[in-house]
T-cell receptor
Framework: AQSVTQLGSHVSVSEGALVLLRCNYSSSVPPYLFWYVQYPNQGLQLLLKYTSAATLVKGINGFEAEFKKSETSFHLTKPSAHMSDAAEYFCAVSGNRDDKIIFGKGTRLHILP | DVKVTQSSRYLVKRTGEKVFLECVQD?????MFWYRQDPGLGLRLIYF???????EKGDIPEGYSVSREKKERFSLILESASTNQTSMYLC?????????????????FGEGSRLTVL
């Protein structure tokens, strides 16, 4: 069975600073890993997805995430935060045909001017 | 552009009422899902469907039922609404029939339906 833990329900960074949102997963099989973003009053949209093709995954809006098997982590980063990045971010994991996608509890990113 | 449309953005209902939440997708996706989203709990899967007339229970199906009479439409039904069902409900769809694609593919979400049960 899969599980996912997002460290920090709220993260604040200054505009222009590095964004780092942490995600650790547990999976008994090679995982599929996802980051979704939810802007205020909207549904979720996919930022990026890991499917074992490459450990560094680039997504939309300048975000990227690195799969580290030894650390069971899939942290999301962006070199320079923008005010428009303020949103809630969800990490998700699934395993194979029998494992539904499991979402983390979310991290709300606040951007300070 | 892909589109998942949820019929009502905001609903207020009374305890005991029957509630229908409608979701339509225009992408010809096989898989459709209903989640509820609560602060601090993330998204929890209520029901999902791989095909027309098919439905599968998710992690929290109690108090809910679903209907999928047409490929593009997936309805969530609360037979007798209760205050603990006050929540944000999110519909999603994905391409590719069956559990493998449902569990590994990109989910496309609607904007959500915020239900308040008084």
């Amino acid at each position: 069975a899969q599980s996912v833990t997002q460290l920090g329900s709220h993260v604040s960074v200054s505009e222009g600073a590095l964004v780092l949102l942490r995600c650790n997963y547990s999976s008994s099989v090679p995982p599929y890993l996802f980051w979704y973003v939810q802007y205020p009053n909207q549904g979720l949209q996919l930022l990026l997805k890991y499917t074992s093709a490459a450990t560094l995954v680039k997504g939309i809006n300048g975000f990227e995430a690195e799969f580290k098997k030894s650390e069971t982590s899939f942290h999301l980063t962006k070199p320079s935060a923008h005010m428009s990045d303020a949103a809630e971010y969800f990490c998700a994991v699934s395993g194979n045909r029998d494992d539904k996608i499991i979402f983390g509890k979310g991290t709300r990113l606040h951007i300070l001017p | 552009d892909v589109k998942v449309t949820q019929s009502s953005r905001y609903l207020v209902k009374r305890t005991g009422e029957k509630v229908f939440l409608e979701c339509v997708q225009d992408m010809d996706h096989e898989n459709m899902f209903w989640y509820r989203q609560d602060p601090g709990l993330g998204l929890r899967l209520i029901y999902f469907s791989y095909d027309v007339k098919m439905k599968e229970k998710g992690d929290i199906p109690e108090g809910y039922s679903v209907s999928r009479e047409k490929k593009e439409r997936f309805s969530l039904i609360l037979e007798s609404a209760s205050t603990n069902q006050t929540s944000m409900y999110l519909c999603a769809s994905s391409l590719g029939q069956g559990p493998f694609f449902a569990n590994t593919g990109e989910l496309f979400f609607g904007e959500g339906s915020r239900l308040t049960v008084l």
